[in-house]
């Protein structure tokens, strides 16, 4: 990789590259409702918010996966999502932002800033970046 090519995608930062202000659900919604709500927005994942904190995310795979083991009427996202997960602040750099998807194996990770989720970041995103900056 070039140099100029190198620094233009060194000062990449999450704030840069994430989807602002996404959708999110509380922990008591029904799964059968995030379900919906993802299909019709063409989402794969949302963060999980109760009383304004952060308190997981849940993914379309998350769902997928459960469908096989049971039938998912009656089950709560707090059944299924992924608590307490990995963020990233506003500042995050994309290298570490890429470290963190390749060491432990995520797509999305939400952005909180003050304890507020003011984003998420996703592969598209990140590819959209890139992509403007070659």
């Keep these: ?19 602002k202000d996404p959708m999110t659900i509380p922990s008591t919604e029904q799964i059968a409702a995030a379900d919906l709500l993802m299909l019709r927005n063409n989402i794969g994942g949302l963060p999980v918010v109760d009383d304004g904190i952060l308190v997981g995310i849940l993914t379309l795979r998350d769902i997928l996966i459960s ?10 996202v707090r059944d299924l999502m992924t608590k307490n997960p990995i963020t ?24 909180v800033k003050d304890g507020d989720v003011i984003g998420i970041v996703v592969h598209r995103k990140i590819l959209e970046k890139i992509h403007d900056n070659i």
């Design 67 to 76: 469908r096989f083991s049971h039938s998912i009427g009656g089950i709560k």
């Design 88 to 111: 990233v602040t506003p500042d995050t750099p994309l290298k570490e932002i890429l470290k963190i998807y390749t060491e432990k194996g995520i797509e999305r990770l939400p952005v």
């Design 1 to 19: 990789m070039d140099e100029e090519l190198t620094k233009k995608l060194s000062g990449i930062t999450a704030k840069e590259c994430m989807i």
